[in-house]
């Protein structure tokens, strides 16, 4: 493969490639605001300025400057290679780089940054950027010195609303069109763009509109600088506080990977951002995906029910063997529910009990019902583990929920053991036909109408309180890390079954989720969390 | 070869009997068996003292206790009614600074909190209410709290804020309360304290945006 030469490194390209992704891909950085790898090229803030030897032969290019010299007190005639922006500028094999070995470049970059924060407020305080922001970074690793402007800055306009979840600042913003280029590139609704020109140019919604698409939040994580922010996380958090876990969106299908940061001081999520994965969500996600992190605590079990009433998992497991007494009768009257909102490892833990040990016939999968999908990620899934759930349980293929009800009303079933809260029927058809039954026993994370309309409901951990498999839609088995503690009396969705598994007297033997997974593919020897962190480098832009 | 434990030359090593040199105890003479003579040695120089002292004030010769702390003479104050001067940096309770419409400087950052080695300031942040002038582009502390019986006065709380919002220039003692809940200060509380000077402000001030002294900024577009 082609090779260019940075600061003497040797880094392969492929064709097309500029400098800067280059060397984004061997993992240099080289300081940019405007480049984004998912993004055209504006080359319009000029922080990735870098020198580029002449080809061999041929003299440098040379501009003609004026230097201060101390000594002579005046203006010196001087001469100066010409930089070039590393974001615009293509590879060409054997072409040498110069970006931190140069004093020229070192020399610019201190110069851009000053000139970027000429008007800046640097009200870094008040800004929910501050601790991940360019500027201030860029500062201190390139510039480090006092501006010497004296004048008053140009004052913007502050906190404009742009739609129902950013404010704009214009005051903070660098105008690097990070947010414009998105809106209209990834998100395909071109409604933001630049007015005036120079220090007094800013961001703009088209007239009569508001920035309302699927894809908001995105152009506020775009964003550089603290110049657009998100309603929802403002002054929420500081993020020096917050700590990630790298998570799987439990949106939809399409499966987006994630950082979730939480605050572990008080067990709360706050914000949801994308994580980086070519294969599935590239560089974005959806607001609807962005904001489902509040799933995490909104509207969750806390606690065990027995017939609607608070009780210990104790007394709880052991209604649930109460309930199910006469299962081991008649297996065909047990359905079994597994979810595709819970993860690889709670439905084979499910399955195992299924079909291991009460050899249950039939299969039912519960779900959110279907939404709205688009193009770019949204799937109209809304769940985010559909085909782990097919195929654990390939043979027969489980059933849709609604299924099920038609079945029990025809007294096919008399008890059922289920996984999830959401269904895709009506809740008070599904309470009607459940009350007929028996014993219905559900292990489920949220407050939704099959836990309700259970006889006893176990609380199970949300996605973000236990670690995770899930396969989008693509087929991909995806790895979630745990973030939070559990809330309440929750506890992983495996581990109850197991329990469950166990007071129904089989012999359930889930320990921990290591065992659960050598369980689930026998032959593939435990993956460790630090060899997944070293296959895949860590980049953002 | 494992290395042998340094033994405690202060501990009988075993099996040993104390080795040392026996010091002889203090004859009991007559004069220190009486010890009468003692008592009333020591009472003569208690009361040299004390008809000193009293000359001096009387005459008005006492030295400024403050001030000349090391001369000869007395050299007691007279707790509270006479106080020795903290020195300017002295640092005491903390207080929030206003601005001159009496809203606090504070901007809920938490540089505060994230400094404080005690870990005893917890602070929430909040945005100004529909209406207000700054709502929108700028933060307040909706709560802001310190375990002041947490505090171990660094000072570092200061040093951090760069809206100089908090200040421990208020010349107080931590008060002896009788319970922890007292210790616990909260905003209204630290927004009352004054600095030594009495004031409530800062003495630096700042053209806040929004102020009608700031110069530039206009929030015709500013609706949120
Ligand atoms: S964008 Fe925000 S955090 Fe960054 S320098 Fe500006 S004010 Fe400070
Ligand atoms: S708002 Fe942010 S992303 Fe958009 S142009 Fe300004 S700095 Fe760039
Ligand atoms: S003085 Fe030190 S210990 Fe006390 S609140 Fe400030 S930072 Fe914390
Ligand atoms: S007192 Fe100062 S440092 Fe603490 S939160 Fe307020 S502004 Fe920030
Ligand atoms: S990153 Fe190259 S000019 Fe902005």
């Known amino acids: ?541 | 070869m494992p290395k042998r434990t340094p033994s405690n030359p202060w501990t009988k090593p075993a099996g040993k009997p104390i080795e040392g040199k026996a010091i002889p105890r203090p004859r009991r003479t007559a004069e220190v068996q009486a010890y009468l003579p003692e008592f009333l040695r020591g009472m003569a120089i208690t009361m040299r003292h004390f008809f000193k002292n009293t000359k001096e004030m009387m005459l008005g010769q006492k030295p400024d206790p403050v001030l000349e702390a090391l001369n000869e003479g007395v050299t007691t104050i007279c707790y509270p009614e006479e106080k020795r001067p903290y020195p300017e940096r002295f640092r005491g309770l903390h207080r929030l600074t206003l601005r001159d419409d009496g809203s606090p400087r504070c901007v809920a950052c938490l540089c505060c909190s994230t400094a404080c080695p005690a870990q005893c300031i917890h602070i929430e942040a909040g945005e100004y209410a529909e209406g207000d002038k700054r709502r929108g582009y700028e933060r307040y502390p909706k709560t802001f709290v310190i375990d002041e019986l947490r505090c171990i006065f660094c000072g570092f709380c200061v040093e951090a804020c760069p809206c100089d919002a908090i200040r421990m220039d208020t010349g107080i003692h931590a008060t002896p309360y009788d319970s922890r809940e007292q210790f616990i200060y909260r905003k209204d509380l630290l927004m009352e304290f004054t600095g030594r000077d009495g004031s409530r402000t800062s003495a630096n001030p700042r053209h806040e945006p929004g102020d009608p002294t700031h110069p530039g900024l206009s929030r015709e577009q500013m609706d949120h």
């Open chain 1, 1 to 541: 493969m082609a090779t260019i030469k940075i600061d003497g490194r040797e880094i392969p390209f492929e064709q097309g490639d500029t400098i800067i992704k280059a060397a984004h891909r061997a993992g240099i950085d080289i300081p940019h605001y405007c480049w984004h790898p998912g993004l055209s090229v504006a080359a319009n803030c000029r922080m990735c300025l870098v020198e580029v030897a002449p080809p061999p032969g041929r003299p440098a290019l040379q501009l003609d400057i004026l230097r201060w010299d101390p000594e002579k007190k005046d203006y010196v005639p001087a001469r100066k290679p010409k930089l070039v922006p590393a974001c615009q500028q293509a590879c060409a094999p054997g072409m040498e780089v110069l970006s931190e070995g140069s004093d020229h470049v070192e020399e610019a970059r201190g110069a851009v940054q000053e000139l970027l924060l000429l008007n800046h407020p640097v009200d870094c305080p008040i800004c929910d950027q501050a601790g991940e922001c360019r500027l201030q970074d860029y500062w201190l690793e390139h510039q480090g010195t006092g501006k010497r402007m004296q004048q008053e800055v140009v004052h913007k306009p502050k906190a404009v609303v742009f739609g129902p979840t950013i404010v704009y600042d214009a005051e903070r913003c660098i105008v690097c069109t990070r947010c414009v280029r998105f809106t209209a590139e990834i998100a395909k609704d071109p409604i933001l763009s630049v007015r005036e020109r120079g220090n007094l140019n800013e961001i703009v919604v088209s007239p009569d509109r508001e920035l309302d698409h699927d894809y908001t939040l995105m152009t506020e994580h775009v964003c550089p600088v603290g110049a657009l922010t998100s309603k929802d996380f403002r002054f929420k958090a500081r993020v020096w506080f917050l700590r990630s876990a790298r998570t799987i969106c439990q949106g939809c299908a399409t499966g987006c990977n994630a950082y979730l940061d939480y605050d572990p001081r008080t067990n709360t999520p706050h914000r949801h951002r994308p994580r980086d994965n070519e294969e599935v969500n590239k560089y974005w996600m959806c607001d609807e995906g962005m904001l489902s992190y509040k799933r995490a605590v909104e509207g969750r079990l806390g606690a065990a029910l027995v017939g609607g009433e608070d009780a210990s998992l104790e007394d709880a497991l052991a209604a649930a063997k109460d309930q199910l007494a006469g299962i081991k009768d008649d297996p065909a009257r047990v359905a079994v529910v597994l979810s595709a909102q819970h993860s690889n490892e709670d439905n084979y833990a499910l399955l195992t009990l299924a079909k291991t040990f009460i050899g249950a016939k039939d299969l039912y999968v519960s779900g959110r019902p279907l939404g709205r999908g688009d193009e770019i990620l949204m799937s109209e899934d809304k769940n985010p583990n559909t085909l782990g759930v097919m195929q654990l349980a390939n043979a027969p293929a489980p059933k849709p929920i609604a299924a099920l009800f038609d079945a029990i009303k025809a007294g096919k079933y008399s008890f059922v053991i289920a996984l999830g809260a959401e269904i895709e029927v009506e809740a008070k058809d599904a309470e009607s036909a459940l009350s007929k039954l028996k014993g219905v026993v559900t292990i489920a994370a949220h407050d939704g109408p099959l836990a309700r309309a259970a006889h006893v409901a176990l609380p199970a951990t949300a996605w973000a309180e236990q670690d995770g498999t899930y396969v989008n839609r693509q087929g991909l088995a995806q790895k979630s890390e745990r973030a939070l503690k559990a809330r309440g009396d929750a506890r992983p969705g495996w581990e109850l079954v197991s329990k469950l598994g166990k007071e129904l007297g089989y012999a359930m033997t889930f320990k921990t989720l290591a065992e659960v997974r050598r369980a689930m593919t026998p032959e593939a020897p435990a993956p460790s969390r630090d060899a997944d962190r070293a296959a895949k480098p860590e980049v953002s832009a």
